[in-house]
């Protein structure tokens, strides 16, 4: 049976032998060229086809765009503090800030005092500063308010004493004081002056 398996084999590989030397036999060059003379017409139509369905298919097939990315998942949930959006509801700072304006306003409106700390504390980070600023965190808002009466708008701007305070500490810290007083200086004991303002 094998055997039979190998004299087979052996004989299609002759005739596969035979068909090839046949064929180079046979070639006429001057057939051939005669015949891709007739056809060349179809091949030139057959390619251009080819290539404007390929174009075409290119211009207008919406491009499939792949990405990758790596994600690290913990157990804690960081979300919540980054979005946590404390309300100026639950601020008990915000009378402090708002009762100074005119109670007839027809805008008010407040400015969150230490989110302009910690954004004046990114924006020095980038700048190559990342000198870390100590700001209390009961800083009360600044607010605004605008009344319009008597064909005139009257703008108010109240930022409470502690923001004054905490941005001249901020700014001592940036010179590199640390909010403490400068030495040689004692504080000024004047009880009886009038405030210049």
């Given at each position: 049976?094998?055997s ?6 052996n004989?299609?590989f ?14 006429e060059?001057g057939?051939?060229l005669y015949i891709l003379?007739r056809?060349l017409?179809w091949i030139?139509?057959?390619l251009?086809?080819?290539?404007t369905s390929a174009?075409?298919y290119l211009k207008?097939t919406?491009p ?13 949930n ?5 979005l946590?959006m ?6 008990k700072t ?11 306003s027809?805008?008010r ?17 980038f700048?190559?500063n ?7 965190a009961d800083?009360p808002p600044?607010a605004?308010?605008v ?5 005139g708008t009257?703008?108010r701007?109240h930022a ?7 941005i001249?500490d901020?700014?001592k810290?940036f010179?590199?004081?640390e909010?403490?007083?400068e030495e040689?200086?004692a504080p000024?004991?004047?009880k009886?002056?009038k405030?210049?303002?």
């Amino acid at each position: 049976m094998l055997s039979e398996d190998i004299s087979n084999r052996n004989s299609s590989f002759e005739s596969y032998k035979q068909r090839i030397t046949n064929f180079s036999n046979e070639f006429e060059l001057g057939l051939f060229l005669y015949i891709l003379r007739r056809s060349l017409l179809w091949i030139i139509l057959i390619l251009t086809t080819a290539l404007t369905s390929a174009l075409l298919y290119l211009k207008y097939t919406a491009p499939v765009y792949e990405s990758r990315s790596i994600m690290q998942l913990d157990e804690s949930n960081n979300a919540k503090q980054v979005l946590s959006m404390n309300t100026f509801a639950e601020d008990k700072t915000l009378p402090v800030a708002t009762d100074p304006l005119p109670k007839n306003s027809m805008i008010r409106g407040v400015i969150g005092t230490k989110s302009l700390f910690d954004l004046a504390q990114m924006a020095m980070s980038f700048t190559g500063n990342p000198a870390q600023l100590k700001v209390p965190a009961d800083v009360p808002p600044m607010a605004f308010g605008v009344t319009g009466d008597g064909g005139g708008t009257h703008i108010r701007f109240h930022a409470p004493m502690s923001v004054i305070t905490a941005i001249s500490d901020a700014a001592k810290q940036f010179r590199g004081g640390e909010g403490e007083e400068e030495e040689g200086e004692a504080p000024a004991e004047k009880k009886d002056e009038k405030p210049r303002f």
